[in-house]
């Protein structure tokens, strides 16, 4: 794949991934002209690359995990290690997320709009709701 079908694909910039690249998270192939060409594995490592970074790792915690799955099957124990703590992370900021869409689903039903995720518009009345704004 070229560098924009895999943006397209991972809704990421084409900048983005050649900044992964620079940094060591991938190695990419070349065509004869040059051009970057992404194979399975460069992708699958992007993928996997960028659900970390959405999910909040830290670029410098990214390259560390690739360096280990680079030295080999001896760091399983470390990256097992980094990717448990990674998924207690997730997990407290999915909590904190829930409770905060919580909080905004019940201004907006103060409001008189409608909660739910199949809104586009709430429908807000003309009236000065009491308490906090």
Partial sequence: MSIAEVSDLLDVSAHTLRYYEKIGLVAVDRDSSGHRVYGPESIRRLVFLTRMRISGMAIRDLQHYVELVDAGEGTVPERLDMLLEHRDTVRRQIKELTLSLAATEYK?????????????????????????S
């Fill in 108 to 132: 907006i039903a103060t409001y008189g709009g409608r909660t739910g995720e199949h809104d586009t518009q709430p429908s807000v009345t003309g009236s000065s709701p009491r308490g906090v």
